[in-house]
């Protein structure tokens, strides 16, 4: 694999973390904070959203597994899926409704994220899925995944640190567009470094069965179930930092983006020895101590009042932050193969449809959480000066809760059996050349 080819397959990344993090971070904010939609409507609307999740993310996963195409079975759905996803996103900055017509709104809403989680999900559960099959060492998922994550980064940059510039000069619309725009060009491009190999290509097993060992693999269920809490926890801050800087810091959209910044971009500094320390020690090692580097992180956040310390703490935030950015691929790789050693299938569609149907129950309950405490702890929309309890529940949003989530996930990762002797063997037994690889 030349290296133009691991960059243009990376720089999807960009695509799928631009449009993923704008919608996980400003979409709660946008509705609830400058459209009005009560908090309480905009958590049924997650419920509703992560009903829909359940249903579709293993099945897209299944059916990817089983198409067949002069193409491939992964590409078709990234080439013909990109302009629509592109376009369904921008729909999502500009509903026809106002506080005025709050039913419409909310139906509009719930409409428009479903069709949005659809394409999103055919594109990017595809796009991932060559992810293993095209790099099969250790030594190249690290590379690559550090490649991918850089270029996920400087999405996450885009679409959380840069946001309040673009739709505070250029308007919502205006950041839809641009934002759908640049994730499209993103995904045609990483096209030129994508391939399918027919040597990695089984009879799928059938749904039920496939599922069985998808869910009953301790493996999968341990990297999982960690992943869900972190992801959890992720999309929490990002989502109650447009809140917290704004009502509890009292900053502006320039303030804001600075501490975004500041957080992301130690985060991308630090994916490089991130990368080496994990082929030096293990994904294991690397999955435990950056989510108790990122827990710890979290601590100060109770306690900051002002802008210089939020920079100098959202800094610190970023150092674990970019562990676990880059460990989540590496590891679930790994179950991946230890599944096709089991099962004699590659079955990444169904790992990562599972996977992504994880991610989105923590964007779910992200969504409910953030609805539960907003509503009790007496936010109000209309107010320029929230009352004290809706300030605490704002400072729980970005510790306490997000740290609880944080500790059982080191509880799982902990149990997590992939490394020693049990991890040597399975890479020792996907070493062995397959039939249709280079």
């Known amino acids: 694999m030349t290296t133009f080819k691991k960059v243009a397959y990376s720089l999807g990344s960009l695509g799928a973390s631009l449009p993923a993090q704008v919608f996980s971070t400003w979409v709660i904010f946008f509705y609830v904070d400058r459209l009005k939609l009560p908090a309480a409507w905009m958590a049924l609307a997650w419920l509703f959203y992560g009903i829909w999740n359940a249903l579709n993310d293993p099945l897209f996963g299944y059916f990817s ?78 590379s690559v995944s550090a490649l991918r994550q850089v270029f996920g980064l400087v999405g996450v940059i885009g679409g959380v640190a840069l946001a309040p510039l673009v739709y505070g000069s250029l308007g919502w619309p205006a950041m839809g567009l641009i934002f759908g725009t640049i994730t499209a060009f993103s995904f045609f491009i990483s096209l030129l470094g994508s391939k399918e190999r027919p040597g990695y290509i089984g009879e799928p097993l059938n749904i039920l069965p496939a599922l069985k060992f998808t869910l009953l693999n301790r493996s999968f269920l341990t990297y999982v179930l960690y992943s869900l809490l972190v992801q959890f926890t992720f999309v929490l801050i990002m989502a109650s930092i447009p809140f917290y800087t704004k009502y509890v810091l009292g900053l502006g959209e320039m303030e804001t983006s600075l501490l975004f910044l500041s957080c992301f971009l130690v985060a991308l500094i630090s994916l490089y020895p991130w990368s080496k320390v994990t082929v030096r020690l293990g994904a294991r090692q690397v999955a435990i101590a950056a ?17 210089l310390s939020g920079v100098v703490f959202f800094a610190f935030i970023g150092i674990g932050l970019g562990g676990l950015i880059l460990i989540l691929d590496v590891l679930l790789a790994q179950v991946i193969d230890e599944d096709k050693i089991k099962t004699g299938v590659r079955r990444e569609g169904v790992y990562f449809g599972v996977h992504a149907l994880f991610i989105r129950l923590g964007i779910s309950l992200q969504g ?71």
Not at 129 to 136: D, G, S, V
Not at 404 to 429: M, Q
């Open 368 to 438: 409910l959480t953030m609805g539960l405490v907003l509503t009790r702890s007496g936010y109000d929309a209309q107010l320029l000066i929230q009352p004290a309890s809706a300030l605490l529940g704002l400072r729980l949003l970005m510790s306490a809760i997000p740290i609880a989530a944080l500790a059982l996930a080191f509880v799982f990762i902990f149990y997590y059996p992939l490394s020693g002797e049990r991890l040597k063997a399975v890479e020792a037994e996907m070493s062995v050349p397959i039939k249709g690889m280079p």
């Open 65 to 142: 597994d089983r198409t067949k195409s002069r193409w491939g079975r992964r590409i078709p759905y990234i080439l013909f899926g990109t302009i629509p996803l592109a376009l369904v996103f921008y729909l999502i900055w500009i509903p026809p409704f106002t506080a005025a017509n709050l039913l419409y709104l909310f139906l509009y809403m719930v409409l428009i994220i479903f069709l949005y989680d659809s394409l999103y999900t055919l594109v990017i559960l595809n796009w991932t899925a060559l992810y293993p099959e095209m790099f099969p060492t250790l030594k190249d998922r690290a």
């Open 291 to 307: 989510a108790i580097l990122f827990g710890l992180s979290l601590i100060p956040t109770a306690f900051v009042s002002t802008f």
